[in-house]
Structures are given as C-alpha cells and as structure tokens.
C-alpha cells in the first residue's frame, strides 16, 4: 500500500497555498485563503434537512479553514460530544506515551494495569487492545456478551468490572468492535504515565494543539473514559486531524513521532465484511478507499456513534471534521459519509491531484 503521508509531502512541495501555511506556522503572517465556493455550495445541501441533527462541518485544506458550517443552533464555540471518536484520541495518547517510552505497543498489558495479572488479559498485548484483538468476550454488537458496552456503563466500579471479563478466544486471532479494550487502554495509559488520562491529554495533546476547551466524561471510578464521551468544537475536532495529517506535527513540533503515528494509523485488520464503512482498521483509526468520479481516494478517519466523523484525506490535503448528534441512527453514518463523498467530489474536480490506484 503507498504511503499516503509520502505522497502528502509531494503534494504539499508543489502547492502555493501549503507554502503560505508553512510560512505562517514559521512565524510570518500569511492572509486566510477566502472560503471555498464549491464547499459552501457542498454544506450548504444540509441546511434544510429535517432530522435537525447535523452539528457541524469543517473543511481544512493545506492546513487553513477553506469552509465551514453549523447547524440547528450549533456554533463556533459549541462543545460536542464525539463519542467513539474519542478512542481515536486514546490512540494518540498511547502513542505519546510510547514516545515518551513509558510503554511499547508490543508489551504485556499487564504491565500497566499489574492488576490484571492472573485474569484473563494475561497474554494480551497493548496492539492486542489497540486493534480490538484482545481475546475478550466484549462484543458492543451482542448484547449477552459479557463485556458489552452497556455493562461497561453501568458499573458501580468499571475498573473491576473490565478486568473481570472472560476471555473468549486467543488474543490476537479476531476482530470484535468493542468500547471495553479502548477504556483498557486509556486505563493503560494511566498505569504508564502516573497521571489521569485527560491530564495526559491536557498536557501532551491538548494544550501544544492550543485547545483549551473540551470535556472529557469520566466514569463511576473517576476515570476519563478512554472510549469515548470526549466533547470538542469542531475547529479543535479538525486541529487534531491536521496534525495526524501532517505527520504527528502542529507548528513545527512534534506531537506524535511520525513513525509512532504510522504504526497507529497502518491498516491491521480487513474488516469491510462486517463494517459498511470500512475496508481495514487500525489502532482505534478506519480507512477506506472511496470511489468519486472514476477516481479512487484513500481516507483514513475516526469514527463515532451518531455520524461523528474526522476524515483525513492526504492525496488532497485535507481534513473534514463532521459533527452529529443522531446517536443511535444508521442515517448517521450515510449522512457523514454522503457529505464527505461530495466534499471530495468538489476537491477533485477543483484541482484534479487525487490518484487513482
């Protein structure tokens, strides 16, 4: 497979307007690119949508907001709960950590969370985890399975409760969408760091991104909740894209180490059988080959519950950060995919860079 961060810089070379970005990133003033037409005319088809549901919509391109729309009393400063997106962020987190070399991604997860020695997560890998290969009865698509997400929610002590749960089969072997393993490892990253996971992400994520309002929901333990219930504006939502689409940087520092942010982004696992908006899954991250216009873009995005979406798109230099509160509808998912496949249906035909492959 290319690698699309290798062709992002090929790209970023050849373009004026990423030239004028970096220079701003270095320190000297650069204009706002004007809003792109095409895309308003793109957000602006959900204005009248009945579901009055649709959040928020975020367009970056080379770095800079090129459109941006809210939607059914939503604005610039509203905080959104993204849900499973979040375990996209837990992913990050766990990469800062292995950057600081506070754990490996091939380690026993036991060695940070050294209570669960003896249970079943023995033998269970961080990438186990990361990859939703851990072996676990948790499967969020069965209700009777033991670590289902639901059961998760309603414990009194959700730390015990995870670390109870049974294994199933052997690490490793198969994938099971799940919230269990993402709150295993943002546990995991509490173990590693010594600190609260939404004070990790506060100071190693958060503030060197310049975000400083969010909300991270923790559970009945006081733990922030790894997999999810992360509340962000849609701008910030994007900002954290941006920089994963860039390579782990933001304004020339590094956030996550490149090769860090391949490894969590790399496709482990061919899951379009069962996911009709994937093709493979990574470290808590999707990708998917979308077929616009004769042409085949590769997205590599983070997915939540409701629509939530974060879509990286590197053949076009771009970000679209989506927000949604149809939590529990498929329309959702369609809806967010449907203004995505119009969105890079209007880049391409703008400037013509996607490859086809």
């Known amino acids: 497979m290319r690698d699309p961060f290798r062709l992002l810089l090929c790209l970023c070379l ?11 990133r270095a320190g000297e003033r650069a204009p706002e690119p004007a809003p792109d037409p095409a895309f308003a005319r793109v957000l602006a088809r959900w204005d009248g949508d009945a579901r009055a549901d649709l959040q928020a919509v975020v367009v970056l ?23 499973s997106a979040g375990k996209s962020v837990t992913a990050l987190l766990a990469g800062i950590a292995a950057d600081q070399g506070r754990l ?8 940070c969370l050294p209570d669960a020695r003896g249970r079943a997560l023995a033998g269970v890998r961080v990438s186990d985890l990361l990859s939703m290969r851990s072996g676990l009865d948790a499967d969020d698509d069965r209700a009777e399975s033991p670590g289902n997400e639901d059961r998760l929610d309603q414990a009194a002590d959700p730390v015990a409760f995870a670390l109870s749960v049974p294994r199933r089969e052997a690490p490793g072997t198969r994938y099971a969408y799940n919230s269990l393993t993402a709150y295993l490892v ?22 060197p991104l310049g975000i400083d309002h969010w909300r991270w929901q923790r ?22 894209g941006q920089m994963a689409l860039d390579g782990g940087a933001w304004q020339g520092h590094a956030i996550v180490r490149a ?8 496709p482990r696992v061919r899951i379009a059988a069962v996911d009709p908006y994937a093709d493979d899954y990574g470290w808590f991250w999707y990708r998917r080959t979308q077929h616009v ?12 519950n409701g629509g939530n979406k974060l879509y990286l798109v590197p053949a076009l230099r771009m970000v679209v950060a989506i927000q949604s509160s149809a939590y529990g ?11 995505l496949r119009a969105l890079l249906a209007a880049a391409a035909l703008s400037d013509g860079t996607a490859t086809a492959r």
């Open 293 to 304: 216009g004769g042409r085949a873009i590769e997205v590599v995005f983070a997915s939540g």
């Open 329 to 339: 509808r498929g329309y959702g998912q369609r809806r967010s995919q449907d203004i």
């Open 14 to 24: 050849c373009s004026p307007v990423a030239a004028a970005v970096a220079a701003a």
């Open 104 to 111: 490996r991604f091939e380690q026993a997860a036991t060695r």
């Open 186 to 207: 943002g546990l995991c990253v509490e173990g590693a760091s010594g600190q609260p996971l939404d004070d990790f992400a506060r100071q190693h994520l958060f503030a």
């Open 219 to 240: 559970d009945a333990g006081g733990h922030a909740k790894g997999q999810g219930n992360l509340s962000l504006r849609a701008r910030d939502f994007a900002r954290i």
């Open 61 to 83: 391109r080379d770095g800079a907001v090129v459109a941006e729309r809210y939607y059914n009393g939503a604005d610039a400063q509203s905080l959104h709960d993204i849900r």
């Open 259 to 266: 090769d860090t942010l391949r490894a969590i982004l790399a």
